[in-house]
């Protein structure tokens, strides 16, 4: 009975996914999401060199890293904004669009993925942070459920008794594409091979893994050459400029690595949010390798190996200096779903127990009514202290013609969405920090009081925001103090 009715659950799900994220497509991020200002900023700047190419005509590579970092949601952007105008509710719906599609697809494709996709939708898609990282117009959503999509592939793939070497190609892809959609996420690129490698340790077709592994090198080899080739190669200098500036002190000296990863784990795994996933993984992980030892169940354990595989990939991340949330939204996100798995398959092996064991198949479903219960407390939470005061700045600006004249500022192209001017940011020693006021002509300068959004740019200029106002509005958005400096006379920019 309950598989007749287990793909209208799934997709009822989702749905309410859907339905439940329209309240916050206007709303600030959560003041709880991060403690760094990267939500509030962070979904402008990804897709400012977008909406600037829709505002002006004109595509530039060297104001903004977006495009190094986040090709492909630039690419995505470009015509979402074309087509439907540039609002921020736009962006955010796009990446919801985008996180549905990829969930909804890859899950219904097999019957068994259905549950397991149905569990990951409750534990999942409604976590907390999942929840607002999908509709926020950020690339890691969809970098990580692109790397879920893979896995669910290739697993599916490998659950024929037959399949060609042809067949890694599709999942080493979606790989690929989520590499394009955050280049952070180029260590997942292996994923497919060190599993390859696993599988010939335990599996009596050794030839067969080898010839997969080999057509999974390849697949990569030719897709990292081709970006490259069309992407890095003519756009070099930035790439030089973005990579060595941003790539550079990310972890401790060895001596103070461990220290690093116990507060990692402390003030990042187990707060509010997370501890229960993470200590439910801790908890069912014994659970986990003996239910693949003991059923022997392929579907169950190549799934189990790739999930636990592409899970120790993300605990690298434990040892950065910087460790915004939106880094851990892939551990998050297999994190969540390797749970499912694991409930999923403890489920059906207590159920089919035909002694005193059979009382065990409610501890599964107990579990995930507790966590998809924490979920919806965490949703009402958010759903009651939503802000918009970033709307409300938005509408302030939208107010004024500026005259064509840009906004300068970190915080600028997440506050001027819908206004006509080009919005850039302003970063010491990174992008737009020369002779900014002379080179831009700004209209108006987004600062955070202390310029800490700037590193300090202005002032290792010689630049006091206040003598250069002509006027200066004041502005709170959540922990953050801004002002909007009127550079220009205001009988010239009304």
Not at 65 to 90: E, H, Q, R, S
Not at 108 to 113: A, P, T
Not at 117 to 126: N, R, S
Not at 407 to 420: D, F, N, R, T
Request: aromatic fraction near 18%; hydrophobic fraction near 45%; proline fraction near 4%.
């Amino acid at each position: 009975m309950m598989k007749r009715y287990s793909i209208p659950i799934f997709y009822g799900l989702l749905l309410v996914f859907g339905l439940a994220q329209f309240p916050f497509l206007n709303a600030d991020p959560d003041a709880s999401i991060s403690d760094s200002r990267g939500p509030h900023t962070d979904e402008g700047l990804y897709t400012a060199q977008a909406a600037n190419f829709i505002h002006t005509g004109h595509f530039e590579m060297d104001n903004n890293d977006a495009c190094v970092k986040t090709p492909l949601l630039t690419g995505v952007m470009v015509p979402t904004f074309y087509l439907f105008g540039v609002k921020k509710a736009y962006a955010r719906g796009m990446v919801l669009f985008l996180t549905l599609l990829i969930i909804g697809y890859f899950f219904s494709k097999n019957k068994r993925n259905i549950g397991w996709g149905t569990a990951f939708v409750v534990l999942g898609l409604f976590q907390y942070y999942l929840f607002h990282f999908a509709h926020f117009s950020l690339s890691e959503i969809l970098s990580s459920c692109l790397i879920l999509g893979a896995v669910i592939c290739l697993s599916d793939i490998l659950d024929r008794e037959r399949f060609s070497w042809k067949d890694p190609v599709l999942p080493s892809l979606l790989l690929g594409l989520s590499f394009l959609f955050k280049i952070q996420f180029l260590y997942t690129l292996p994923l497919f091979i060190v599993f390859f490698i696993i599988k010939i340790i335990y599996s009596k077709n050794r030839l067969d893994n080898v010839k997969l592994i080999a057509s999974s090198m390849i697949a990569m080899m030719v897709f990292v050459g081709l970006f490259y080739c069309l992407w890095v190669m003519p756009n070099q200098e930035v790439f030089d400029h973005v990579l060595g500036t941003q790539s550079s002190s990310r972890y401790p000296e060895f001596s103070n690595l461990f220290t690093q990863i116990e507060w990692a784990y402390d003030y990042m795994l187990n707060n509010q949010f997370l501890w229960p996933f993470t200590q439910t993984v801790i908890f069912f992980f014994p659970v986990g390798i003996f239910l693949a030892f003991k059923r022997q169940d392929n579907w169950y354990i190549h799934r189990f190996i790739l999930l636990s595989l592409w899970m120790l990939f993300e605990f690298h991340k434990l040892g950065m200096t910087y460790l915004p949330t939106r880094y851990l939204i892939g551990l998050i996100c297999v994190q969540t779903a390797w749970i499912a798995l694991v409930l999923f398959q403890f489920y059906h092996f207590a159920a089919r127990q035909k002694n005193n064991l059979k009382w065990l198949a409610i501890l599964p479903i107990l579990w995930l009514f507790l966590l998809g219960g924490k979920n919806i407390y965490d949703y009402k939470k958010s759903y009651d202290s939503r802000t918009f005061v970033m709307q409300e700045i938005e509408t302030y600006l939208s107010s004024n013609s500026l005259n064509g004249k840009p906004i300068l500022g970190a915080w600028a192209p997440s506050l001027s969405w819908s206004h006509p001017s080009p919005g850039y940011p302003v970063w010491q020693g990174y992008f737009n920090d020369n002779n900014t006021l002379v080179k831009f002509d700004p209209a108006i300068v987004v600062s955070e009081l202390n310029e800490e959004d700037s590193g300090g740019a202005y002032r290792a200029q010689g630049i006091d925001l206040d003598s250069e106002a002509d006027s200066i509005i004041y502005f709170d958005v959540n922990r953050w103090k801004l002002k909007l400096v009127w550079i220009s006379p205001r009988d010239e920019v009304k």
